[in-house]
């Protein structure tokens, strides 16, 4: 490196050397839980085995450590206590949408009175300015505003303002990368320790009986009821009170601390619902059986006083004699079962899942914590919590008032059972159990994880243990039911002997009370009896014999004992138990001894010299034993002389069953056998050798060996994982160390390995055992990652090493030994020979033990078979390195794998990431022995090991292409091998050679190129692999960030120092646009970063299945990069962050290219102000990409009416594959730190170079990002996530969208302000709900976060959104001053502004506004002229965002807005000396924010306009001007439009008189079209958002009538439609716009009709969109009238995409009308009329309101009378009951009264024959009708023949559906119905009725029952028949009732008729059940035909005269005239 400059290196050396070795080689000691480690018992010469378990438990672990990991953490953020207080240093941002939330007031219950609208058809707008402007005080204004300063000046001054106080980190304002993209890290595995379950801790808190005479104890365990099996050692304790405990002093010799334990901890590690505590009760031995002693704790209680006062000091003192004489003996008493279910809750214990997931070596947990090493909860893996045991866990007191009594003949286990069992079911013993009352009080609770005061089951004090002794809690331990697969790491070695059954049935007779005394004997004479077995409570602690609880009276007894005893660790063959079997005899005999020897049996502890366990019947010797019978087995003892005497013939008698719990004896044959040929290796042992029961020699030596290895893996699953360590150990030890067996050589390395990879694959296939989430067995992982240590070769010792006496030094710390041996860097071996022959004369530390091992006599040589003596390669002390001659570990290792075949090679390669952990290991280690660390890296390692990686790289990789290429699919698996690959190469990255390992890397990603044709799964593999790399701490320098471009090396290179470079000031030579692009150079040059930009970039542009996951993967790699280098202590300096920047300029060139492909984030969240939800992940996936519009944009348009830059339009129209948000909103955090990053003068540099094109994309990407770091405020409580189909969505949005489909750039990014964008296209897919989501989706998440944390949430990310923004505006300044030199300015300026505007319309903080004002101005004092001539659609945008912040409630944000509007409206003035224009544009905006009113405040607004006049009047330069008295103008005429805002307020509550004013202030600018249609869509909004769907869609017709009169005018095109006529199918209300006409407005006028919809896509826009409203509302045959218009406009513009949609659209309302058919709904009508001088001028109004379909009348009755109750109060408020005209002299001038009445269209008959259909019947209605019965006495109801009826027809101002809901009333007329009338009319419907069921198709029998019963049916009250006896009867008097009479008779006929027909019809659809029915049916029918057949056949003669003239013009004069009052007739007639 030495011609680098020195800056340069000085930065390189900054981040980290390179020539520094990164790993470290690091002994840790042993995390123990006890304060002495558990050894075994002092001064004993262990096994050769023994000695090995206990190194292995207790050496140190060995870690490869990498030095600087952690210094690049991305989570640096999270895991650095500096940054822990990160949010404290930052600034609180001010958002305007929060200070509104804290101060909005409540609107105010009570009544309000309602403000009456006066005059609801008046035409004039309301002027009724209140208030005089001038009263107000205008705001702060800014000093300098008005002074004149350059330009430059002023942009300087704005950027220093914008440099100072900003963020220095981005990336610690952004949330970090999600779990699921997060680089793949190694978890660090879990360190191996003792399995411990879910513990819980139970105190024994009381134990009483009702009566208290004499000692009892207590012994606890767990019983599984399910799998009928003991869970845990049993736990002794007692209660009993000094006085008892003294009644047995004789017995006890001393009291040991660790007995008096009162509270046990238990471990399960399987809990279920099936767990019972068992408590059993003995008592000392008495006379008498189990219910005789128990009788006297039944019937006596100890309350009673008196006589059993007596009774119990009787009891006492007997008990006292039974102590004393037979205080060492027991008998059962009582017990009692206590359920844990409810602690280990059913509810959450699946078995099968949770807990054996969890606990069995499954990582033990790794995997479950997802290993977010943060959340380690503790070095504790299983908490009961995670098991769902604890949830509801507390600390439970249990109190059980009833024992049961122990029956003396079912004592067994066996027994036990069947109770618990029968207990579980009926939670009862009671009918065959006696119970005993007394008290047991137990607390329950979970086991804290540090327990002070606790003693292992070995009884090993457990930290902490404090001085002060306090009674301890013990540790009991668990017997699993399942297998535990968690290797040994302590000592423990324990016996456990169950004594079950003794069978003297057929002895002689003194055996009764039989007792058995059990010892561990090391020899035969009776002092030979160890005190190992442990004592019970109140006692010692290790006893020398126990006896076992005595039966009273029974021959053949059970036991139920349980003895523990602590196996020496040295077992010879003299050992064994001894059970001596007595007879007691409880009643005390003058004389007599106790005791009576009834005979022997004893068990051996070692069988072949190994431990005997299991179930055992053993006979019984009835005399004294012979010498040496512990040599033999009971059974099979040799014959005696004198023989032996055996109870029952040597059978049998004796059942016992004895249990190991051993980290020592393997009990397992394989692991046996292996264990023990390894060691007759190792140590001297004498030939033929015993192993088991075969005998080998020392020439089968080596074949047995072999055998054992190969068979080690059919060993039980259980035991081998126990013993993995050591196995594993033993494995590599074999592997390695040269043998000589017999003389001859041995070389076990290929079995050795094959048995590692044999044990490595049933580790991985075990369903038991946990793995990683990359799959990786855990045990493994943690053997390698703490346990595995290089082979350390045995060395024969030469005699000169004498013995040096030493203290016992066997547990030497087998960490490093004093330095004077060895250099500290000599990685210690488990024994290190002090006595190297180089060393003479320096005897330090001569081991014991090494001479045990090795001998140190020379003359032992002539031993045949041991280790070659391979001579280590430590330095000696003379530091002169010795020739090496061994094989070294980690070549071995290389060549297995390469040689390796068949089977074993597929294993290999299968778990490789386990042999490269191995290689990495090793090689660390051997780097850190030979200390190479001062040599070059290329020479460090041989080249044939070289080549061996090489081979290994090469073929693990084209076993991940096979596997992906197989038809299988495999792809997980190759996942797993491709992450284990890359972390290889990672660590080779520190300690090889890098240009090698580089060389590797291009290998890699060759050889996959070429095997891989599926481009998605070949990214995604290569990415995931440089993710990897690119994560190494020194990636930078790997990279060579600091190297310039001319003279860099080109990469792979082998190394730096070689190389020449110059310094990095040349810059400026190069062509800086090609610093942004990813040229062969860079890739060359930096290596790694240019590997991941071209992934990156193949990711963006492919296609295929799947790609957007590899995408988010590409994306999320560089984010984790950037934000690890920006988060990096080392990168803090900013010309380092400079340097870095430069270095990933080529993403800015991919992420230009990507443009089409990032998601759009404008079009997600709709812009409603502070409720704005955020833009839901429910549209991720890419439905509101850039889609269409871009495209078509992209494509080039058709249409381009005034665009501002052409955007992106050279590329060639492709349908890309469109990012989600997040991967987008990563993406441009990237950009933007680089744009924050980089210097800035380059930049500059390259945009001026840029083509305008460039530049354009370049603005667009910024747009983008502006809405992409919107901030999104704080959750509150009352959001609620974004609904799915938002129909509400500003429809005005929508439609800009509609309209600006096809309009270029410009419309392009319009529409991307839009924020309903893809309609409705959220569902089409229904994406996952993304949980995981940061502050993005807080709205969401918003659940158990505590404030303070929300708060902090959004403080951070208040910070992130303005830092955000203002480096988008840094980069908006530097294109400006770079593009001022170019002559593109104008284009690029309309960019710029749409960025601002966009930036303007989210949700800033007042830091931001105050910055993007300042550049706005700069921009209108720099290219005004431009502006206000170009940029007239931006101009009216920016206005609009203007007024909108200058009605804002923060000072700040207000004065800025007002400044810049004035300036804005002065320069306009300046450039075209009249700003009509912008006078438009203005009170246009305002219109529109009015219209929208929901967070909108009038006073701010009003201040502003204030502060707008005072700069008007201050401004001296323009006093000159007609200007001051403009502005004033305008500003008067915006005060008047904010009138209507207020009044807007007042009926916010009352939505049909909101409608109205809206309704009448559209109307009051019929001669502004701007305004009216803005207002008009403002309508519609608000129709939609009450879901009057129909109705905004007429708002729309109206506004798009109002379009198309304008186009009319301007150009006569035969396509456009002509002015509104053209609209009258959709509705005859149009016609309303043709008030438009050449004398109120010309066209060409400046600033009028300029709006974006005065256009033919606007008016497109508008049509579609209310097309679109139409189908929703369901009115599909309109949205054909309305495509009819659209149409011919496509195809004139030959737009085939739209049309395509269209007809699609056509398509689907045509299916909707064919299928819905009659269930359509549409409105129903009522008639509301007002009453009363309360309702101001709507007082005797009537209106017809159109409510939604199937609204009843009291719903809308409920309706109104709620709101006016409200508004007058509810005893002023009532609703007229009935339909009759209203008589206002009798109503109550004080109330408000309204009538109701439902009201049907009414049609003409001749209207009938047009209005054929269901649709017709109910559109375009302007005449409704109701109905009102009377009788001319006055009731309602009368007979036949007095029944009148009012029709009243009531005809509205305009035809529904309209833009309102209800319209007044014009016209009413009445008709009266004489009854004949009424009848004819009720005829007429009958027949009717009956016409449509007989011909509805299909037939529906039930309908058609129904309405012949009403028919024909005999009881019909006021039927048929009576209506024709009382009119038709006889003919009337009255001639003018004639043509009635005749009129009924014709009636009748043909209701006669359609009842025949009726009837047939049925006949054909009955079933054979109705047969009779039909009967009936037809005979009714034919009753009333005949009776009504002379009345039908009669007719009146004088009818067929003519009697009246008929007026020929009148049309269906008849039917008109029999409406009118008979008298009117008669005068017309006569």
């Given at each position: 490196m030495?011609h680098?400059n020195?800056l340069?290196v ?6 980290g ?5 990164d790993?470290d080689?690091?002994?840790t000691?042993k ?6 480690p ?7 010469e262990l ?13 140190e672990?060995l ?6 990991q952690?210094s ?5 953020f999270?895991?650095?206590?500096s ?5 404290k240093?930052?600034q609180?941002q001010?958002f ?5 939330e ?5 609107a105010?219950?009570g009544?309000?009175?309602v403000?009456?609208l006066?005059?609801?058809s008046?035409k004039?707008p309301l002027t009724?300015?209140?208030?005089d402007?001038?009263?107000l ?7 300098n505003?008005?002074?004149?300063v350059s330009a430059?000046?002023?942009?300087k001054?704005?950027e220093e ?5 900003r963020?220095a980190?981005l990336f610690a304002?952004?949330p970090?990368v999600?779990?699921e993209?997060a680089v793949e ?6 360190c191996?320790k ?5 513990r819980i ?14 000692p009892?104890f ?5 019983y599984?009821?399910k799998?009928?099996k003991?869970i845990?050692e ?8 000094d ?12 009291v ?8 046990a901890?238990?471990s399960?590690?399987y ?7 068992v408590?059993?009760?003995e008592?000392v031995?008495?006379q008498?059986e ?5 009788e ?7 309350s009673?006083?008196?006589k059993s006062k ?9 008990a006292?004699s ?8 027991r008998?059962p008493?009582?017990w009692?079962p206590?359920s ?8 959450t ?5 949770t807990?054996v997931?969890?606990?069995v070596?499954?990582?033990s ?5 997802t290993?977010s090493?943060s ?7 299983l908490?009961?919590e995670?098991?769902g ?5 507390k600390t439970?007191?249990m109190?059980?008032?009833s024992f049961?009594?122990q029956?003396g003949?079912?004592l067994s286990?066996?027994d ?6 029968d207990?579980?079911?009926?939670s ?5 159990v006696?119970?005993i009352?007394g ?8 086991a804290p994880?540090?327990?002070?005061c ?9 930290r ?17 039911i399942r297998?535990?697969y968690v290797?040994h790491?302590?000592?423990?070695n324990?016996?456990y002997?169950?004594p079950q059954?003794?069978?003297f049935a057929?002895?002689?007779?003194s055996?009764?009370?039989i ?7 090391c020899g035969?004479?009776a002092?030979?009896?160890?005190p ?7 006692g ?7 006896y076992?609880a005595?039966t009273y009276?029974?021959?053949s007894?059970d036991f139920?004992?349980?003895?523990k005893i602590?196996?020496?660790?040295k077992?010879?063959?003299n050992?064994?138990?001894l059970?001596t ?7 005390q005999k ?15 502890v ?6 005997q366990?299991?179930?055992y019947c053993?006979p019984v ?5 012979p010498?040496n019978?512990s040599m033999h087995s ?9 023989p032996?005497?055996w109870?029952e ?5 004796f059942?016992?069953?004895?249990q190991a ?12 056998k ?5 060691h007759s290796?190792?140590?001297?042992v004498?030939?033929p ?5 075969q005998k080998i020699?020392?020439?089968?030596l080596?074949?047995e060996l072999k055998?054992s ?9 259980e035991p081998l994982?126990l013993?993995?360590?050591l ?8 592997s390695v ?11 076990f390395s ?6 590692v990879?044999a ?5 991985h296939?075990?369903?038991d055992?946990g793995k990683?989430?990359h799959g990786?067995?855990?045990l493994?992982?943690s053997?390698v990652?703490y346990v595995f ?7 024969e010792?030469?005699?000169s090493?004498g013995p040096?006496?030493l203290?016992d030094?066997?547990y030497?710390t087998y960490?490093?030994?004093?330095a004077?041996?060895?250099s ?6 488990r ?8 060393l ?12 045990n091992?090795m ?6 040589r ?7 003596s391979?001579n280590?390669?430590a330095?000696?002390?003379?530091g002169a390195p010795?020739?090496?001659s061994k ?5 071995e ?6 040689v ?5 090679r ?5 778990y ?17 022995t030979v200390?190479k ?8 390692f ?7 990686i ?6 693990v990789?084209?076993?991940?292409a096979?596997?992906l290429v ?9 996942e797993?091998?491709n992450i284990?690959?890359a972390?290889?190469?990672y660590d080779?990255?520190?300690?090889m ?8 890397i291009?290998?890699?990603c060759n050889?996959?190129s070429a095997k891989l044709n599926?481009?998605p799964?070949?990214i995604s593999?290569r990415l995931?692999f ?6 190494h701490?020194?990636y930078l320098n790997?990279?060579l960030?600091?190297?310039?471009a001319d003279?860099a090396?080109?990469?792979p290179?082998?190394s730096i120092s070689?190389?020449?470079s110059?310094s990095?000031s ?12 990813l040229?062969?150079?860079y890739?060359q040059?930096?290596f790694?970063?240019?590997?991941l930009f071209?992934e990156?970039?193949?990711a963006l542009d492919?296609e ?5 996951k ?9 984010h984790?990069?950037?934000s690890?280098?920006?988060l990096d202590p ?5 010309e380092v962050?400079?340097?870095?920047a430069?270095?990933y ?5 991919i ?5 089409p492909?990032l998601y759009?984030?404008?079009a997600?969240d709709?812009r409603g102000?502070?409720?704005r939800t955020?833009?839901s992940d429910e549209?991720?996936?890419?439905n ?5 519009n871009v ?7 058709h ?10 339009s050279?590329l ?8 989600n948000?997040d991967?987008?909103r990563?993406?441009m955090i990237?950009f933007?730190w680089i ?12 945009i001026?170079d ?9 603005l667009?990407?910024l747009f983008?990002?502006?809405s992409?770091f919107?901030?999104?405020?704080k ?8 609904q799915?189909?938002q129909?509400?969505?500003?429809v005005?949005?929508?439609?800009e ?6 309009e270029?750039a410009?419309?392009?990014m ?13 569902l089409?897919e229904n994406l996952r709900?993304?949980?995981?989501q ?6 969401n ?5 505590t404030?303070?944390?929300l708060?902090q949430?959004a403080?951070?990310s208040?910070n992130?959104?303005t ?6 505006l840094d980069m908006q ?7 001022s030199?170019l ?5 690029l300026?309309?960019?710029v502004l749409?960025?601002?505007v966009n930036s303007?319309s989210?949700?800033?903080s007042?830091t931001?506004l ?5 550049t ?5 004092a ?11 659609e931006q101009?009216?945008?920016l206005c609009q ?5 200058c009605?804002?409630s923060m000072?700040?944000?207000r004065?800025?807005a007002?400044?810049t509007?004035?300036?804005l ?7 075209i ?8 544009q203005v009170?246009m905006?305002l ?6 009113a929901s967070?909108f405040?009038?006073e701010h607004?009003r201040?502003s306009?204030?502060?707008i006049?005072a700069?008007?009047?201050?401004d001296?330069?323009?006093?000159s001007?007609p200007?001051p ?6 500003l008067?005429?915006l005060?008047?439009?904010?009138y209507?805002?207020?009044k807007?307020?007042?009926f916010?509550e009352?939505?049909?008189m909101?409608?109205d004013l809206?309704y009448?202030i559209?109307?009051?600018y ?5 305004l ?5 869509q403002?309508?519609a909004?608000?129709?939609t958002?009450?879901k009057?769907y129909?109705e905004?869609a007429m708002?729309?017709v109206?506004a ?5 009169e304008?186009?009319?005018m301007l150009?006569d095109h035969s396509y ?16 309303e716009?043709s008030?438009?006409?050449d004398?109120t407005?010309s066209p060409?006028?400046d ?11 606007g008016l ?8 679109e ?5 369901g009115l599909?045959e ?5 495509y009819?218009l659209?149409?011919?406009?496509l195809?004139?513009h030959?737009d085939f995409?739209?049309l395509?949609?269209t ?8 299916d909707?009308?064919i299928s819905?058919?009659h269930k359509?709904?549409f409105g129903t009508?009522?008639?509301?009329g007002?009453?009363g001088?309360?309702f101001?001028?709507?007082?005797e109004?009537e209106?017809?309101?159109k409510e ?7 719903e809308i009755?409920h309706?109104?009378e709620?709101?006016y109750s ?5 005893e002023f408020?009532?609703?007229i009951?009935?339909?009759a005209p209203?008589?206002k ?7 408000a009264?309204i009538?109701?009445t439902f009201?049907?269209p ?10 054929v259909?269901?649709?017709?019947k109910?559109f ?6 109701y109905?009102t019965p009377?009788t001319?006495e006055?009731?309602p109801?009368g007979e ?7 029709n009243?027809?009531l005809?509205?101002?305009?035809a ?6 209800r319209?007044s009333?014009?016209q009413k007329e009445?008709f009266v119905?004489?009854?004949i009338e009424?009848?004819i009319?009720?005829?007429?419907k009958?027949?009717l009725?009956l ?9 529906d ?8 019963q009403?028919s024909?049916?005999a ?6 028949l009576e ?9 009337p008097?009255d ?7 005749n009129?009924l008779?014709l009636?009748?006929k043909e209701?006669?008729m359609r009842c ?8 054909r659809l009955i ?5 009779e ?6 005979k009714n029918?034919?009753?009333l035909k ?5 009345m039908?056949?009669?007719k ?5 005269k003519p009697?009246f ?7 269906d ?5 029999s409406?009118r009052k008979?008298?009117t007739?008669?005068s017309q007639?006569s």
């Open positions: 030495t680098l020195s340069d000085e930065l390189a050396q900054e981040l050397e390179f020539t520094e070795d790993l080689v690091v002994f000691p995390e123990c839980r006890t304060l002495q558990s050894l075994p018992e002092e001064g004993v096994d050769p085995h023994v000695r090995d378990c206990v190194q292995t438990y207790i050496r672990w870690i490869v450590n990498q030095k600087h952690g690049s953490e991305t989570c640096g999270k895991k650095t206590g940054r822990k207080d990160f949010h240093t930052l609180k001010t305007e949408s929060e200070t509104l804290c101060s909005e007031p409540r105010q219950a009544p309000r009175h403000n009456v006066c005059d609801v008046g004039g009724a300015c209140d208030f402007l001038r009263s005080q205008p705001d702060q204004r800014l000093e505003l008005l002074q004149h430059e000046d002023f942009e001054q704005n303002a914008r440099r100072t106080n963020q980190e304002l952004y970090s999600d779990e993209d890290i190694r978890p660090v595995p879990e191996p003792e399995h411990l379950g879910n801790l139970v105190k024994l808190l009381t134990l009483k009986f009702e009566i208290e005479i004499e009892l207590a012994s606890i365990a767990l599984d009821v799998e009928r003991k845990s049993s736990f002794h304790c007692d209660l009993n009170s006085q008892f405990k003294g009644f047995l002093r004789a017995h006890t010799p001393s040991a601390l660790s007995s008096q334990a009162r509270s901890v238990f399960v590690t809990p279920s619902s099936d767990i019972y505590l408590v059993k009760i008592k031995l008495q008498g189990i219910g005789d002693c128990a006297p704790y039944m019937v006596i209680k100890e009673d006083g008196g007596e009774k119990i000091e009787k009891l006492k003192l007997q006292e039974f102590c004393q004489r037979l205080g060492k003996y008998m008493f009582a009692a206590i844990l279910a409810s602690f280990f809750s059913v509810s214990l699946d078995r099968e899942v807990d997931d969890s606990m070596g499954r990582s947990v790794g995997e479950r914590r290993l090493q959340r380690r909860l503790s070095e504790r893996a908490s009961l995670e098991n045991v604890g949830s509801n866990f439970t007191t109190t059980i008032n049961f009594k029956e003949d079912r286990d066996e036990l059972f069947k109770f618990l069992a207990y579980k079911r009926s009862s013993l009671q009918r065959r006696k119970s009352p008290l047991l009080r137990l607390e329950i609770s979970l994880e540090v327990i002070n606790c003693l292992t089951p070995e009884l090993l004090p457990v902490p243990f404090p001085e002060n002794r306090t009674r301890p809690h013990k540790e009991v331990l668990e017997f699993p297998e535990v290797p790491t302590v000592y423990r324990l016996l002997v169950y059954r003794l069978n057929n002895k002689l007779a055996a009764r009370n007792t058995i005394k059990i010892q561990f004997m035969e004479d002092s030979s009896a160890m190992v077995i442990f004592g019970k409570s109140n010692p602690e290790f006893l020398q014999e126990v076992t005595i009276h029974n021959k007894p139920y004992e349980e003895v602590k196996l020496p660790a077992l010879t063959v050992h064994h138990l059970f079997f007595y007879h007691i005899s409880c009643q003058q004389g007599a001894s106790v005791e009576s020897l009834l005979g022997y049996s004893w068990l051996p070692l069988l072949n010299e190994r431990l366990t299991g179930s053993l010797a009835l005399e004294k034993l010498p019978y009971a059974e099979k003892v040799p014959v005696q002389n004198p032996i005497k109870a013939g040597h059978k049998g008698v059942n016992i069953e004895v719990v051993s980290s020592v004896h393997t009990q397992d044959n394989h692991l046996e292996f264990f023990t040929l390894c290796l190792e140590s001297q004498t030939f050798i015993r192993v088991l029961d020699t020392e020439t089968a080596e074949h055998l290895i190969i068979c080690l893996n059919s060993s039980r699953l994982v013993f993995l360590h196995v594993l150990d033993k494995l590599f030890q074999l160390q040269p043998m000589v067996i017999a003389g001859q050589t041995a070389n290929q079995f050795a390995f094959e048995s990879v044990i490595a694959n049933s580790l296939n075990s369903k055992l990683d989430q990786r067995n855990c493994l992982a053997y990652h240590r290089l082979p350390e070769l045995q060395r010792l030469p005699k090493g040096a006496a203290p030094p066997r030497h960490g490093r030994t004093s004077a041996a060895v500290s860097k000599l990685l210690q071996a024994v290190m020979s002090s006595s190297n022959p180089d003479v004369g320096t005897h330090c530390a001569a081991d014991e033990e090494v001479k091992i001998s140190s006599k020379i003359a032992d002539n031993r045949m078979s041991y280790y070659c391979g280590n390669d330095p000696c002390a003379t010795r020739p090496a094989k070294h570990f980690h070549e290792l290389a060549l297995q794998m390469v390796s075949t068949g089977m074993v597929e294993t290999v390669f299968k490789a990431w386990f042999f490269f952990e191995l290689l990495v290991k090793s090689m660390a280690q051997y780097v850190h200390d660390r001062d040599n070059f890296r290329r020479t460090r041989s080249d044939r090991f070289k080549d061996d090489t081979t290994i790289v090469n073929v990789t084209s076993e991940i096979a596997l197989k038809p299988t699919k495999e792809n997980e698996q190759a797993k091998i284990s690959l972390f290889f190469l080779l990255l520190s300690l050679d890098r240009g090698f390992v580089f060389n590797l291009k290998h890699y050889q996959l599926n481009l799964t070949l593999m995931e440089l993710r990897i790399l690119c994560s701490e020194h790997l990279n960030f600091f190297m310039n003279t090396p080109p990469s290179c082998p070689s190389q020449n110059s990095c040349s810059f400026q030579d190069q062509k800086i646009a090609s610093m942004f692009d040229t062969p150079e890739r040059q930096h790694l970063t240019g590997l071209t990156l970039a193949a492919a295929g299945e799947g790609i957007s590899v995408q988010r993967k590409a994306v999320s790699a560089i984790s990069l950037l690890s280098h920006d080392r990168c803090v300096k900013p962050k400079v340097k870095i430069a270095l300029l080529p993403l800015v060139g992420i230009l290219d990507a443009l492909q759009d984030f404008t997600t709709a102000g502070k409720n955020s833009g549209e991720q996936e890419g509101s990409a850039i889609n269409q495209a078509l944009a992209i494509a080039g348009n249409f381009n009416l005034k665009t501002s830059g052409t955007m992106l050279s060639p129209y492709k349908q890309y594959n469109v990012l948000a991967t987008t990563n993406l990237c933007l744009m924050k990053n980089a210097d800035q003068s380059l930049i500059r540099k390259w001026a840029l083509p305008s094109m460039q530049l354009n994309r370049i667009d990407l983008i990002c502006v992409c919107e901030y999104k405020g959750p509150s409580s009352d959001k609620v996530s974004t799915v189909l129909k509400s969505r500003d005005k949005a929508r439609l969208e509609a309209l600006l489909r096809g270029g410009r419309g392009e319009m529409r991307r302000r839009v924020p309903g964008n893809d309609r409705f296209s959220c089409s709900w993304k949980k995981e940061t502050h993005w989706r807080q709205a998440e918003k659940l158990d976060k404030k303070a944390e708060d949430e403080l951070i208040g992130l959104a830092e955000a923004n203002l480096i988008i300044e530097n294109i400006i001053q770079a593009s030199a002559d593109c300015k104008d284009s300026l309309g960019g749409r960025v601002l303007l989210c949700d800033q007042t931001y105050t910055h993007c004002f300042a706005l101005r700069a921009l209108i720099k290219f005004g002229d431009l502006l206000f001539e170009e940029e007239v101009c009216a945008d965002r203007v007024l909108h912040h009605s804002s000072d700040v944000t004065s800025q007002c400044a509007l004035y300036l409206m002065r320069f306009s003035f300046g450039a000396s009249n700003f009509a224009r912008v006078k438009m009170t905006s219109a529109s924010l009015v219209g929208k967070d405040n009038e607004l201040r306009l204030r502060t006049l700069y008007a009047e201050e001296k330069a323009m006093q001007t200007f008295i403009q502005v004033e103008e305008l008067y005429n005060n008047s439009i904010l209507d805002t207020v807007m307020r007042e916010q009352d939505p049909e909101l409608m809206m009448r559209a109307k009051s019929q001669t502004s079209p701007d009216r249609l803005t207002w008009l403002n309508m909004e608000k129709h958002k009450k009057c129909t905004a708002c729309l109206h798009a009538a109002l379009v198309a304008y186009l009319s150009e456009l439609p002509v002015g509104s006529v053209s609209f009258q199918n959709i509705s005859s209300n149009v016609l716009e008030a438009v006409s004398d407005l060409d006028e600033g009028v009709c300029s709006g974006r919809y005065f256009t033919e896509s497109v826009g508008l049509l579609e969109q209310a097309a409203l139409f189908s929703t509302g599909y309109t949205v054909n009238e309305v009819k659209v149409i011919p406009i195809e004139a030959r995409r739209k395509t949609s007809h699609d659209k056509l398509q689907k309302a045509f909707s009308i819905k058919g359509r709904m009508y009522f008639r509301v007002f009453y001088s309360k101001g001028d709507l007082d109004q209106f017809v309101y939604p379909a199937i609204t009843k009348l009291p009755s309706r109104l709620g709101f409200q508004c007058f109060g509810a408020v009532e609703v009951k009935d339909s209203v008589d002299t009798k109503l109550d001038p004080n109330k009264y009538q109701i009201v049907e009414y049609f003409d008959e001749y209207e009938m024959k047009d209005r259909t269901y649709f017709e109910n375009n209605l302007r005449r409704f009708m109905t009377f001319l006055g009731r109801r036949l023949h007095e029944q009148y009826r009012r009243t027809v005809t509205t101002m305009h529904f559906p309209y833009i309102k809901t319209i009333v014009i009445e119905l004489t009854p009424v009848a009319e009720d005829m007429k009958k027949t009725q016409a449509v069921a007989v011909h509805q198709e299909p037939p029998a039930k309908m058609l029952q129904m309405v012949l009403g024909v049916g009881t019909v009250n006021q039927g048929p209506v024709a006896q009382v009119f038709l009867a006889e003919i008097a001639p003018k009732l004639y043509r009635h009479h009129k008779r009636c009748f209701f006669i025949g027909e009726a009837v047939e019809k049925n006949k079933t054979a059940d109705q047969r029915y039909q009967q009936e049916l037809k029918y034919n009753k005949e009776n009504l057949r002379p039908i056949e009669r009146i003669p004088e009818l067929y009697i003239r008929v007026e020929s013009q009148k049309r004069s008849f039917h008109r005239s409406f008979c008298e007739q008669l007639g």
